[in-house]
């Protein structure tokens, strides 16, 4: 089922994100994570794959046994890394087979050792490309977009980092997944501009739950989304005082009131990077009380 068609029917939502493990043998104990994680009841979940594809049959094993054996309305990531029109057309056969009705469309990052994203191929150059070749070839396929809160690193101004955003759409995009951002002022801007701009559909915010000072600059990094300096200087002192442990709590501590806020005041749901990790999404959803309760 298209997760468009499900957003209206249960607001707000939980959903979760997944990357796949590097290692195989690493998967019984993914799949015990899945399980403990449907406890949350997340209205979709969602699988990312390594730069250039190294993860893609990884990612097509995962969402087909999310799908079929453990119940779960999966959507894919779909990258223009490494891309052509008969690997991503395979690809989107594959999915149908499984009976996988989503897919996130992204330009995707460059590979490792690159700084530049350079297109593999002139059919798909940037993520809109995706969105126009799926909707062309796979019209039923539901397809959700990514957005920048922080605005793209890539792009000169904000305005227009939201208007490929808005092309994106209007090419086929059914909602939108933001990149994770710390300050819910951003999201709630974002949101307004968009607005502003004439764009109706969902626009779902991402909150990755911070576990460790170390995490957090790594991520801000290779990421570029900015961070309230309270937050920085929090976490910065609990790992001074007791370690990745200390950090831990006030992560957890931001992450709660964040998602909190954000369903209290409208956001049709929150979408969790998951990290692969229980224990964080279970302590934040567990958390919520009536005022904010997902179905």
């Known amino acids: 089922m298209r997760i468009k068609d499900l957003i ?20 019984p104990g993914f799949f015990e994570t899945v399980e403990k994680l449907r406890a ?44 052509s029109p008969e690997r991503i057309q395979r690809f989107l056969n594959q999915l149908e087979e499984a009976e996988v009705s989503n897919v996130l469309a992204l330009r995707g990052d460059p590979p490792q050792g690159q700084e530049r994203f350079v297109p593999d191929s002139e059919h798909f150059c ?44 209007a090419m086929g995009g059914d909602f939108v997944m933001t990149q994770m951002f710390f300050d819910n002022r951003l999201y709630w801007n974002f949101v307004d501009i968009m607005r502003s701009m004439g764009v109706t559909k ?35 002192a609990a790992d001074a005082r007791g370690g990745q442990k200390a950090a831990y709590e006030v992560g957890m501590a931001w992450a709660r009131k964040q998602v909190r806020e954000l369903l209290e005041k409208g956001a049709p749901g ?17 958390s919520l009380g009536s005022s904010a309760e997902v179905d």
């Open 126 to 169: 940037h993520a809109s490309d995706l969105v126009r070749f799926i909707r062309e070839r796979h019209p039923e396929m539901g397809v959700a977009v990514a957005g920048y809160p922080d605005g793209h690193p890539e792009c000169a101004t904000f305005r227009e980092d939201y208007g490929y955003l808005k092309n994106k759409l």
């Open 8 to 27: 209206p029917q249960k607001k707000p939502f939980i959903s979760l994100e997944f990357f796949p493990p590097k290692k195989e043998e690493s998967l």
């Open 202 to 236: 969902p626009i779902i915010p991402g909150v990755l739950p911070i576990m460790s000072l170390q995490s957090v600059k790594r991520i801000l990094q290779f990421c570029g989304a900015s961070i309230p300096g309270k937050f920085l200087l929090d976490l910065e």
């Open 270 to 286: 929150v979408h969790l990077y998951t990290l692969n990790r229980a224990e964080a999404v279970l302590d934040i959803v567990g």
């Open 40 to 83: 949350v009841n997340p209205l979709f979940v969602s699988v990312t794959y390594g730069a250039g594809g190294s993860t893609q049959d990884k990612t097509l094993e995962i969402v087909r046994r999310l799908k079929q054996d453990h119940e779960l309305e999966p959507m894919a990531h779909l990258t223009c890394v490494g891309a």
